[in-house]
């Protein structure tokens, strides 16, 4: 109450904490994804949010109980339009091994980066994730040319939750993946043809980029994958 009488006022503590705790957090109310401070829109970024952080919690759970032996690798897939998660991924990991001494590291390709950076101490994966929060700019900006593609729903012109889609691919070895118009359209066809699951283009991405990992060697034929088909063909 305030003054003896009531007060309405809205239910958004964890909001609040969330806001005044996270990464890069300095005391002033910023929204929660950049660009997207419209009361319209914090709902369903609170939402999005607690999701990923419950994913993220819960694979950590599995790994301290032992019923994962590993943290699974984390893959993303884009379009060839547009990339800029792996943008700023790219950018992030190269700062990282920049920093560690790895002078190569802007000539590697994107498996070898995620592997020398999981080779690295967590405080140096720590320190780049903060320096990404409070520099965003550097980092994540909208395209230069709107895209087209036939997965709509991957193309973003920045990725809302990027920072912490970028480190869970840091802190489990995964990067990611882009494919091309072809290969997307090839998945949406397999899938739809040999599972039956009436999924989007959007839906089906995974696939073509776990395609792409059979393909580069990074998968290998006994191995356990997981991917996730979303988003109804209408």
């Known amino acids: 109450s305030l003054g003896g009488a009531f007060l309405p006022t809205a239910s958004n503590a964890g909001v609040n904490f969330y806001l005044g705790n996270r990464a890069g957090a300095d005391g002033l109310y910023t929204p929660l994804v950049p660009g997207r401070g419209h009361a319209f829109f914090e709902a369903e970024d609170a939402r999005r949010l607690a999701e990923q952080a419950l994913v993220d919690a819960r694979l950590a759970e599995a790994r301290a109980l032992g019923v994962l032996p590993r943290l699974p690798r984390i893959h993303t897939v884009q379009t060839e339009g547009a990339i800029p998660l792996r943008r700023a991924w790219r950018r992030l990991v190269e700062r990282v091994?920049?920093?560690?001494?790895?002078?190569?590291?802007?000539?590697?390709?994107?498996?070898?980066?995620?592997?020398?950076?999981?080779?690295?101490?967590?405080?140096?994966?720590?320190?780049?994730?903060?320096?990404?929060?409070?520099?965003?700019?550097?980092?994540?900006?909208?395209?230069?040319?709107?895209?087209h593609s036939l997965a709509t729903g991957i193309l973003d012109d920045e990725t809302y939750d990027w920072l912490s889609v970028l480190e869970g691919l840091l802190r489990t070895g995964g990067w990611p993946l882009v494919d091309s118009e072809a290969e997307l359209a090839e998945a949406h066809r397999a899938v739809r043809e040999h599972t039956g699951v009436p999924a989007d283009p959007t839906g089906t991405a995974g696939v073509a980029g776990l395609l792409r990992l059979i393909r580069e060697g990074e998968v290998e034929n006994d191995e356990r994958v997981a991917v996730l088909l979303t988003g109804i063909q209408r």
Do not use: N, Q
């Open 97 to 147: 091994l920049d920093e560690a001494g790895v002078s190569e590291g802007g000539g590697l390709g994107d498996a070898e980066c995620a592997r020398r950076v999981g080779e690295l101490p967590e405080t140096r994966i720590g320190a780049a994730l903060r320096h990404a929060a409070r520099h965003r700019s550097e980092y994540m900006w909208p395209w230069e040319t709107e895209p």
